[in-house]
């Protein structure tokens, strides 16, 4: 059973920065895809980032400029490092995981989720 398991969420101010963590229970390379997925109260899950084995990343337009994200495979570990964060950005980070197909942008493409973690911008 794959496990994700998401680390590195807090409270910050805006204009703060943080960098979440994404650890895999098996090697990273068995993944075509990761991806970062955030849900604030009373809204539906939304697609932050993602990044193939290899190639260029994929940002949602609300976090391009602000976010960057990585893949370490060697320690089968992703980031999220969060700059010049909003209040907006508060929610709960989601780490997933697919091992194919062409989508990265919609929830139900991914095989394996994290527990989350909590990011709060306050103002």
């Known amino acids: 059973q794959v496990q994700l398991v998401e680390s590195g969420g807090g409270l910050v101010q805006v204009g703060g920065s943080l960098r979440l963590s994404c650890a895999a229970s098996?090697?990273?390379?068995?993944?075509?895809?990761m991806g970062w997925f955030r849900q604030a109260p009373g809204k539906e899950r939304e697609f932050v980032s993602a990044k193939r084995r290899y190639g260029s990343p994929y940002y949602a337009d609300s976090v391009k400029g602000r976010f960057t994200i990585s893949r370490d495979n060697v320690k089968n570990t992703m980031y999220l490092q969060m700059s010049s964060l909003r209040p907006e950005d508060t929610a709960v980070y989601y780490c997933?995981?697919?091992?194919?197909?062409?989508?990265?942008?919609?929830?139900?493409?991914?095989?394996?989720w994290g527990q989350g973690t909590q990011v709060t911008v306050s103002s």
């Open positions: 997933a995981a697919k091992r194919g197909g062409s989508g990265v942008e919609q929830p139900h493409e991914y095989d394996y």
């Open positions: 098996e090697s990273m390379f068995g993944f075509d895809v």
